[in-house]
T-cell receptor
């Protein structure tokens, strides 16, 4: 049981480049989300999904796109990378019912030069 | 909106007890969670409170007062491996969206 798998672990981009961060879970979780973590600011929600075909914006969605074509996968796309997007990104998933804890992927350290 | 506050750093001695406080102001509340995050790793779940009172889980306990917007995480018999950041997170009224505090970095000294 792999849990939440996130790739890549590290990435360096130049300003203006685009890329996709991959996230997959094998726990049949309905809910999936993307957070970014910056020093002193805690985890901030970028986008989330409550099921296949359903996505919505979180607190800091600008510059990012998501899609949810399957229950398992929830990729995060950076359209035109900017230095302000240098951060650590975490994918997290959970069941939607009840008071369920989040399961996190191992994170992606992204640097935009 | 929601605002969560925690101390930035704390230091304690191996074998001691430490209390990490969390205060929150939210427009809706559906549970408070504590996560542990070692440097360079993902957060992992520690405890959860939705009703007032104390929840105990081995060396870790968490307390909640909803009327005061206050929670604390109590760590007993500290071990070196407890050196980590501790994240307080409030679950909002809709679905599974959480608001996280900035985290408290705990250093356990020998």
């Amino acid at each position: 049981n792999a849990g939440v798998t996130q790739t890549p672990k590290f990435q360096v981009l130049k300003t203006g480049q685009s890329m996709t961060l991959q996230c997959a879970q094998d726990m049949n979780h309905e809910y999936m989300s993307w957070y970014r973590q910056d020093p002193g600011m805690g985890l901030r929600l970028i986008h989330y999904s409550v099921g296949a075909g359903i996505t919505d914006q979180g607190e800091v969605p600008n510059g990012y796109n998501v899609s949810r074509s399957t229950t398992e996968d929830f990729p995060l796309r950076l359209l035109s990378a900017a230095p302000s997007q240098t951060s650590v990104y975490f994918c997290a998933s959970s069941y939607s019912r009840g008071n369920e804890k989040l399961f996190f992927g191992s994170g992606t350290q992204l640097s935009v030069l | 909106g929601q605002n969560i506050d925690q101390p930035t750093e704390m230091t304690a001695t191996e074998g001691a007890i430490v209390q990490i406080n969390c205060t929150y102001q939210t427009s809706g509340f559906n549970g408070l969670f504590w996560y542990q995050q070692h440097a360079g790793e993902a957060p992992t779940f520690l405890s959860y409170n939705v009703l007032d009172g104390l929840e105990e889980k081995g060396r870790f306990s968490s307390f909640l007062s909803r009327s005061k917007g206050y929670s604390y995480l109590l760590l007993k018999e500290l071990q070196m491996k407890d050196s980590a950041s501790y994240l307080c997170a409030v679950r909002g009224p809709y679905g599974q969206n959480f608001v996280f505090g900035p985290g408290t970095r705990l250093s356990v000294l020998p």
